[in-house]
């Protein structure tokens, strides 16, 4: 059958097969694959597990949907405008209060395992470029196979920093632009303590950027090739750039109103590293 490579991401080796997709498969595979048949059971969409192939890659059931992984073509700016950044937030509230009653099977290993106390599991990854849209509106978040033990917080910092973005070389955003859609996201998770989230943000920064380099040094192909694009060195000083600009992004965490706050169903208050 007619193999079709996938254009764009940054760590995947994906192809399409029919209607499965194929990817590399590794010790976390089983423990994500768990992770997905939970989710499948319980009604959330994400990538269905179908097993894995003669040639030991995982196999997962193709979606539909328009990606837009930003290469080689930029993304859309609609995107990562504020209704899609709240969208994306809500989706992984949605997720975290649904994780909470999976149980990991027994000896389960995974890719990434944060430096944190071990709450759920995190996504890791949940970015704009692993969206699936449907008529603009998020339907699906894809690249499950970085998923593994953490806080709901470091998943929360994971992906606002790839949703607002907070990232140091991207000029054009102003900071003050930065720290309104920081709240914003924060406002639509329903997440009420944000004491820590920038030491958290910081610490997730630097970690995944080391995680990144190392995983490099190891010889993963998707790791080498971040490293090719300077990106461990980026987040080093993304993280400088946070401290620099650290009083207007709490000043933004903590300016939402406490009405606001009460109308909120469900707000959460996160744990801390």
Same mark, same amino acid.
């Given at each position: 059958?007619?193999?079709?490579?996938?254009?764009?991401?940054?760590?995947?080796?994906?192809?399409?097969?029919?209607?499965?997709?194929?990817?590399?498969?590794?010790?976390?595979?089983?423990?994500?694959?768990?992770?997905?048949?939970?989710?499948?059971?319980?009604?959330?969409?994400?990538?269905?597990?179908?097993?894995?192939?003669?040639?030991?890659?995982?196999?997962?059931?193709?979606?539909?949907?328009?990606?837009?992984?930003?290469?080689?073509?930029?993304?859309?700016?609609?995107?990562?405008?504020?209704?899609?950044? &709240? $969208?994306? =937030? /809500? @989706?992984?509230?949605?997720?975290?209060?649904?994780?909470?009653?999976?149980?990991? +099977? #027994?000896?389960?290993?995974?890719?990434?395992?944060?430096?944190?106390?071990?709450?759920?599991?995190?996504?890791?990854?949940?970015?704009?470029?692993?969206?699936?849209?449907?008529?603009?509106?998020?339907?699906?978040?894809?690249?499950?196979?970085?998923?593994?033990?953490?806080?709901?917080?470091?998943?929360?910092?994971?992906?606002?920093?790839?949703?607002?973005?907070?990232?140091?070389?991207?000029?054009?955003?102003?900071?003050?632009?930065?720290a309104r859609r920081l709240r914003l996201f924060c406002d639509a998770y329903g997440l009420l303590d944000r004491?820590?989230?920038?030491?958290?943000?910081?610490?997730?920064?630097?970690?995944?950027?080391?995680?990144? &380099? $190392?995983? =490099? /040094? @190891?010889?993963?192909?998707?790791?080498?090739?971040?490293?090719?694009?300077?990106? +461990? #060195?980026?987040?080093?000083?993304?993280?400088?750039?946070?401290?620099?600009?650290?009083?207007?992004?709490?000043?933004?965490?903590?300016?939402?109103?406490?009405?606001?706050?009460?109308?909120?169903?469900?707000?959460?208050?996160?744990?801390?590293?």
């Amino acid at each position: 059958m007619l193999e079709e490579p996938f254009i764009g991401g940054n760590m995947s080796d994906a192809t399409r097969v029919g209607d499965t997709v194929r990817r590399r498969a590794g010790p976390w595979t089983p423990a994500v694959h768990a992770l997905l048949r939970f989710l499948e059971n319980a009604g959330f969409e994400a990538p269905r597990a179908r097993g894995m192939d003669p040639k030991g890659r995982e196999m997962l059931e193709y979606v539909e949907g328009d990606a837009h992984p930003g290469w080689p073509d930029p993304a859309p700016d609609w995107v990562t405008d504020d209704d899609h950044l &709240a $969208e994306g =937030a /809500r @989706l992984l509230r949605r997720y975290h209060d649904l994780v909470e009653g999976f149980e990991p +099977p #027994a000896g389960a290993r995974w890719r990434f395992v944060a430096p944190t106390a071990h709450e759920i599991i995190c996504h890791n990854d949940w970015a704009p470029w692993n969206a699936l849209f449907r008529e603009r509106r998020l339907a699906v978040m894809l690249d499950w196979d970085m998923a593994g033990p953490g806080t709901r917080l470091w998943d929360i910092t994971n992906s606002a920093y790839s949703w607002v973005p907070l990232l140091s070389h991207r000029p054009a955003v102003s900071i003050e632009e930065r720290a309104r859609r920081l709240r914003l996201f924060c406002d639509a998770y329903g997440l009420l303590d944000r004491a820590s989230l920038l030491d958290v943000l910081k610490e997730r920064t630097l970690f995944v950027g080391e995680f990144i &380099a $190392e995983q =490099a /040094r @190891l010889g993963d192909k998707g790791s080498m090739k971040l490293a090719d694009w300077d990106v +461990p #060195a980026r987040m080093k000083r993304d993280a400088a750039y946070l401290d620099e600009n650290r009083a207007v992004l709490q000043r933004a965490l903590d300016s939402a109103r406490p009405a606001a706050r009460r109308r909120q169903p469900g707000v959460f208050r996160a744990s801390g590293p």
